[in-house]
Nanobody, 124 residues
């Protein structure tokens, strides 16, 4: 059984930084592309970014491009989301997700496994 557990959320002032981690248990980690999504109250779950199974390809949502960086450490079975220059509109619950495939996707329906989410709150 594949399980994803996020950590690293918290409260930060605008302009600050946070690093989220997502540890995957079960399954073959290197077979999965990893994605990050966030959901603010009353809004749909938004694509933040994704990294391919090999780590050679990355994609970012327009709202975070240039500020957020996704990485992975296969030895630790973990994916990371480094968030810099945070803004109040970055507030939400952040989810990591895993998708078995050779290409990365922004389509949340394609992701088979999800974590429980971690709250990020950015104050002005």
């Amino acid at each position: 059984q594949v399980q994803l557990v996020e950590s690293g959320g918290g409260s930060v002032q605008a302009g600050g930084s946070l690093r989220l981690a997502c540890v995957v248990s079960g399954g073959t980690f290197t077979a999965y592309a990893m994605g990050w999504f966030r959901q603010a109250p009353g809004k749909e779950r938004e694509f933040i970014g994704a990294i391919s199974w090999s780590g050679s390809s990355r994609d970012y949502g327009d709202s975070v491009k240039g500020r957020f960086t996704i990485s992975r450490d296969d030895a630790k079975r973990a994916a990371y989301l480094e968030m810099n220059s945070l803004k109040p509109e970055d507030t939400g619950v952040y989810y990591c997700a895993a998708e078995m495939g050779f290409s990365i996707t922004r389509d949340r329906e394609r992701y088979e496994y999800w974590g429980q989410g971690t709250q990020v709150t950015v104050s002005a």
